[in-house]
């Protein structure tokens, strides 16, 4: 079964540091996708980022970067020079191949000014 | 509308009683799916809906719960003899289609309904 790790719940950084969320992975399949969405205060879940398992190149988009490791199962989320408008819950999710996302817990990110 | 909406934004209803909560997707998408969110909590799938397939309602947590949609449009999530532990946020979100091995298609979430049952 398919399952997704959010071991922070929360996390509270000044506005300017770096912060790293972490989300670690369970599936038996070769062929996955990992995700991460973005639910403001607003509560509407925005999406971030989508990867495939046979894509482990990191990517970097503006303050935001994504370090897929196929070796831990991990899909960690690093956002440099975090803003006050990154506070948000961030989730995870997981989706094999005709299955359903899963997503995890989340962590409530509180980045002050 | 450009996105996926949901109405009500917000619902209070006495325990016992039943809801009715809607979501329009967005135009072309052929998937549509439910999910809750209970305080704090992440997302429970709870249906998904492809064209005019069999709905998969494998995450439905009781016979209580049962959703319809018409073709590619509006979908309505009916929860019947609401119970206290009802009350979350059901969020809908629609896709173009489910994942497949060619690749995948993000699923766009509307604003979510918060139910709250008294």
């Known amino acids: 079964a398919q399952k997704v790790t959010q071991a922070q719940t929360e996390i509270s950084v000044v506005e300017k540091e770096d912060v790293t969320l972490d989300c670690v992975y369970e599936?038996?399949?070769?062929?996955?996708?990992l995700f991460w969405y973005k639910q403001p205060p607003s509560g509407e879940l925005v999406f971030l980022i989508r990867r495939n398992s046979f894509d482990e190149q990191n990517e970097i988009s503006g303050r935001y970067s994504w370090n897929f490791q196929k070796s831990t199962s991990s899909f960690n989320f690093t956002i440099t020079a975090s803003q006050v408008v990154d506070s948000a819950v961030y989730f995870c999710a997981l989706s094999e191949v005709y299955n359903d996302m899963r997503f995890g817990a989340g962590t409530r990110l509180t980045v002050k000014p | 509308g450009a996105g996926v909406s949901q109405s009500p934004s917000n619902k209070v209803t006495e325990k016992g009683k039943d809801v009715e909560l809607r979501c329009d997707p967005i135009?072309?998408?052929?998937?549509l799916y439910w999910y809750r969110q209970r305080l704090g909590q992440g997302l429970e799938f709870l249906i998904y809906f492809q064209g005019n397939s069999a709905p998969d309602k494998s995450g439905l947590p009781s016979d209580r719960f049962s959703a319809e949609r018409t073709g590619e449009s509006v979908s309505t999530l009916t929860i019947q003899r609401t119970q206290q532990e009802d009350s979350a946020v059901y969020l809908c979100a629609s896709s173009f289609g489910r994942v497949s091995i060619g690749g995948y298609n993000e699923q766009f979430f509307g604003p979510g309904t918060r139910l709250t049952v008294l």
């Open positions: 599936t038996r399949d070769t062929t996955y996708y």
């Open positions: 135009s072309g998408h052929t998937a």
